[in-house]
């Protein structure tokens, strides 16, 4: 399944965030977002999740999906009372809901969601005593369970060890050998060389989008930087 964004623009009270974005992340594809801090990547996440309404233009989806979302790691409170386990049970919501019961295939399936993440003898700790990497790997096993189609992710490997990132890496990879379609704002290039085949390059506007070899070159990267200073939050919403 493929996601078209139409002339999209989006913004927080009227000030701009994302202008006139268009183009397509294609089924089973694995593309990174890249950009200067600010250039609107968390916002695109946010709106294609329904998040956040857009401003003007669309987001298209060519058929019924499973989506899932994972913000990043500072905007997930972690004081809840939760065990590892029940956090990866969580993931099974949108079946479940508020009225129907985790079934014991559900469970079975956690479980192995905790040991492709390596975390099943974790399983009954609280999430509050678990250290950043270890955090993440939880709330990667809890996409896990959610079988969606589409994958968007906001900084996944942020703070993370190296250990830690390559596992995670391989959890990606893995998504889209199975035929997802993976999206994830990463902020190492390097990182993003080496294992991403697809890149968009964002400013508040799309600077290039592609294979990576033909976005990620010195001249795109020079102009992101430059296009990202000259932007202020007050600027006023461009015209269609």
């Given at each position: 399944m493929s996601v078209i964004l139409d002339n999209l623009t989006l913004g927080y009270d009227r000030h701009p965030a994302v202008h006139h974005l268009c183009g397509?992340?294609?089924?089973?594809?694995?593309?990174?977002?890249?950009g200067p801090n600010g250039g609107g990547k968390s916002t695109l996440l946010k709106a294609m999740m329904g998040l956040l309404k857009p401003l003007s233009g669309h987001i298209q989806?060519?058929?019924?999906?499973?989506?899932?979302?994972?913000?990043?790691?500072?905007?997930?409170?972690?004081?809840?009372?939760?065990?590892v386990f029940d956090m990866v049970l969580l993931g099974f919501w949108p079946v479940?809901?508020?009225?129907?019961?985790?079934?014991?295939?559900q469970r079975h399936q956690a479980l192995r969601a905790l040991e492709a993440v390596r975390m099943e003898s974790f399983?009954?700790?609280p999430v509050s005593v678990l250290s950043s990497g270890q955090f993440q790997r939880v709330l990667f096993a809890r996409l896990m369970v959610q079988n969606a189609d589409v994958f968007l992710l906001d900084e996944p490997f942020a703070a993370i060890d190296t250990r830690t990132t390559a596992d995670l890496m391989q959890v990606l990879r893995d998504w889209h050998h199975q035929g997802k379609t993976v999206i994830a704002v990463?902020?190492?290039?390097?990182?993003?060389?080496?294992?991403?085949p697809e890149v968009l390059l964002l400013a508040r506007e799309c600077i290039a989008w592609g294979p990576t070899p033909t976005v990620m070159t010195e001249d795109n990267?020079?102009?992101?930087?430059t296009l990202a200073r000259q932007w202020h939050d007050h600027g006023e919403v461009c015209a269609a």
């Open positions: 397509t992340f294609a089924d089973n594809s694995l593309t990174a977002i890249i989806k060519t058929g019924p999906c499973a989506v899932a979302y994972l913000p990043q790691v500072t905007e997930i409170d972690r004081s809840f009372p939760v065990s479940c809901g508020l009225w129907w019961g985790v079934t014991k295939p399983a009954g700790r990463v902020h190492d290039l390097p990182q993003v060389q080496a294992f991403f990267l020079r102009k992101a930087d």
